[in-house]
């Protein structure tokens, strides 16, 4: 199917489907998650959401572009939080590249039809920027693992069937492997925590003694920063477009909403955000037509977070209160996780250091 | 043009650029190259590539007449300049009575090539940067090493980068070259101060080349309507039609 036709087509089936997610306080995670699974599901089954997925794992084939489509007009729409909606672009391609065959094609479909929620345990209270320090452990044991230690800031683990976690298997960069782990395992707790927009999107997750199956590895042993990086030209493309569109949709919002717009700010986050979409459609396009992508990404990554924050910066000068006063504002959520742009996924000030690293050739840091 | 052939007549191009003195000496050599074939033919190609390397190389033309049919130019505050043939060393760009308006075709046009212009010399201020924080040593080891150094050239590359983006994509029409414009000016400035800086000292003196891209930002920056006016200029178009125009589609 080509872009025109899956956007048309996909247009005019939302004339006729209604899936304006039912009243909801910005930071009742809970009622966006039963959105996301209700908006999924609809989309699975009317075919939208198989289209730009191989048919190992019930899609119906076709570019990943198809995917960044679907997205932009689930944002357009605001049909399903952005963040949440776009995490299967980061689970799935895991799944595709390193889950066996049969596993993916069993459990893939939940994911993608809403039936089930999944979780990335990547991140630990000691291991952030520096993921590759990571510490829980998982240790043999005749054909199962055993998983001993704590991740931190998975989101949506109280809400997920699955989580794809990191663990430590021998020491350094090579000595991390990746599990699809069942989160009804005994021996694993999770803890919501509250995050500052007042929401409970992530958790404290303790793996105590949790038996995972060696079926359940992702890769061979040892593949787990692999499975870690590959994920980045998933997040940067398909997922940046998604990201792009809803905060435009956000610009629309505030030029509707400001009393007095100032032609400046407004003009300067426009421009950020124009910037952004314009690099991430390069991006997209080197993506689609088969390119790899690596390190220039970070550069996607800073585009987009600057503008995100921007934007946002913008919305609480240009209608004065809604922030900080207007508990239920949607503002005042959005406004608040749009903090979160520079720290999740990679910090800014990573990206910077891989910027001038990588692609400015610096050589190495003091 | 393929991809060949595109890159053989850019290393033609920087050389003459590099070689020739720049204003009307510079012009005569392009038009021997077939400046003007290339612009009434291929303007899609010749634009970018002229533009972008005279920034890079640090040469000047009066080229720009050429793509908006005068040398007497809109400039910041609603003034005019007129483009002189002659050499200068940073620009031949004087203030001078009002014009006749450009047609709206012919200004975007101009903001095009002068958004590559910037774009070039916002790239050549950061290879000098980049030089210099490599080889220059301070408490023992390259200030290439500190952080605060290597941020500063970080945040260039990636506003250069993204003017890059939007340059591209401004293929036709008027609010994407306002856009690329404003983009290429704003990434251009920012490479101007964070050079500077990590320039330091010698980046302040005449001798040094910095200071004539840093100068010629400026200039070019002021031409065809600032960063600040077209981002505003952005802003009311936006709220006048009550919604951010994409112009970028997949
Ligand atoms: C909303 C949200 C959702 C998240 N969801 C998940 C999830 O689902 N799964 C998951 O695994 N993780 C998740 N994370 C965690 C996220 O990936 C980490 O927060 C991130 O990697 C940063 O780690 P940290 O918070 O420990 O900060 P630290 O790494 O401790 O960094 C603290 C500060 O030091 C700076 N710093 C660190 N190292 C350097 C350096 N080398 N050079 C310069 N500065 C440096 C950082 O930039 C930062 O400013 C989420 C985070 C947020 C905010």
Same mark, same amino acid.
């Given at each position: ?20 997610? $039912? ?12 959105? &996301? ?33 679907? %997205? ?30 049969? +596993?993916?094609?069993?459990?893939? $479909? ?23 320090? +990571? ?40 000595? /991390? ?43 061979? $042993? ?24 809803? &905060? ?7 030029? %509707? ?8 700010? /407004? ?86 250091? /891989? ?12 | ?30 038009? @021997? ?43 910041? =505050? =609603? ?9 200068? @060393? ?6 001078? @009575?009002? =014009? ?84 290429? =000016? ?65």
């Amino acid at each position: 199917m080509d872009i025109a036709d899956f956007r048309a087509g996909l247009r005019a089936w939302f004339t006729t489907h209604d899936l304006t997610p $039912p009243p909801a306080a910005p930071a009742d995670v809970g009622a966006h998650v039963a959105q &996301l699974s209700r908006v999924r599901r609809e989309l699975w089954d009317a075919g939208w959401m198989r289209y730009g997925w191989p048919e190992s794992v019930g899609g119906l084939g076709g570019p990943a572009v198809l995917r960044a489509i679907l %997205g932009e007009e689930v944002a357009a729409r605001d049909l399903a939080d952005s963040g949440f909606f776009t995490l299967v672009e980061i689970l799935v391609p895991t799944m595709i590249d390193y889950a066996p065959p049969e +596993l993916a094609a069993e459990l893939v $479909p939940k994911l993608l039809s809403g039936a089930e929620q999944w979780c990335q345990g990547f991140s630990e209270p000691g291991s952030g920027s520096d993921l590759a320090s +990571l510490s829980t452990r998982a240790v043999p044991q005749e054909d199962s693992w055993i998983v001993n230690g704590q991740k931190v800031w998975t989101s949506l683990a109280q809400y997920s069937q699955r989580c794809v976690l990191l663990t430590r298997t021998a020491p350094g960069h090579g000595g /991390i492997t990746a599990f699809l782990v069942d989160l009804d395992t005994p021996g694993i707790t999770i803890r919501p925590l509250r995050t500052m927009d007042g929401a409970e999107e992530f958790c404290e997750v303790f793996y105590d003694d949790v038996v995972v199956p060696s079926s359940r590895m992702l890769g061979q $042993p040892g593949d787990g920063w692999r499975v870690a990086t590959d994920i980045l030209p998933y997040e940067r493309s398909t997922c940046f477009w998604h990201r792009s569109s809803f &905060l435009f949709s956000r610009l629309d919002r505030l030029v %509707g909403e400001a009393e007095e717009p100032d032609a400046g700010a /407004i003009g300067s986050a426009y421009l950020s955000l124009y910037t952004a979409r314009a690099r991430c459609r390069e991006t997209v396009r080197r993506f689609d037509t088969g390119g790899k992508l690596g390190p220039e990404t970070s550069v996607d990554k800073i585009l987009l977070q600057t503008a995100e924050q921007e934007l946002f910066d913008s919305a609480r000068d240009l209608i004065p209160g809604a922030v900080e006063l207007d508990d239920e504002s949607p503002w005042r959520q959005e406004y608040l996780y749009s903090r979160a742009a520079t720290i999740y996924g990679g910090t800014a000030e990573i990206q910077r250091n /891989i910027v001038a690293r990588r692609l400015l050739d610096l050589g190495k840091e003091q | 043009m393929d991809a060949e052939e595109l890159n053989l007549l850019s290393q033609t191009l920087a050389k003459t650029m590099a070689a020739t003195p720049s204003g009307p000496v510079l012009c005569s050599a392009l038009n @021997e190259l077939g400046w003007r074939e290339m612009l009434a033919e291929t303007p899609d190609v010749a634009v970018p590539l002229v533009f972008r390397l005279l920034g890079e190389t640090g040469a000047h033309a009066p080229l720009l007449a050429d793509v908006t049919g005068t040398g007497t130019l809109p400039y910041a =505050g =609603g003034s005019w300049v007129s483009w002189s043939r002659e050499d200068a @060393e940073i620009l031949p760009v004087r203030r001078t @009575e009002a =014009g006749t308006p450009l047609s709206p075709e012919a200004l975007a046009a101009g903001r095009r090539a002068a958004g590559w212009w910037l774009l070039g010399t916002g790239r050549a201020m950061l290879e000098l940067a980049r030089a210099h924080a490599l080889d220059r040593q301070q408490f023992g080891k390259p200030i290439a090493s500190f952080q605060a150094v290597r941020h500063k050239l970080a945040e260039t590359f990636v506003a250069l980068d993204g003017a890059s983006a939007v340059l591209s994509a401004a293929g036709t029409g008027e609010l994407p070259a306002l856009l690329a414009k404003a983009a290429a =000016g704003r990434a251009a400035l920012l490479a101007s101060r964070h050079c500077q800086q990590v320039l330091a000292g010698i980046g302040f003196t005449s001798e040094h080349s910095l200071h004539i891209h840093v100068k010629r930002v400026l200039v070019l920056d002021g031409l065809l309507g600032s960063t600040r006016e077209l981002t505003a200029e952005a802003g009311r178009l936006v709220i006048d039609s009550g919604a951010a125009p994409r112009l970028i589609d997949l």
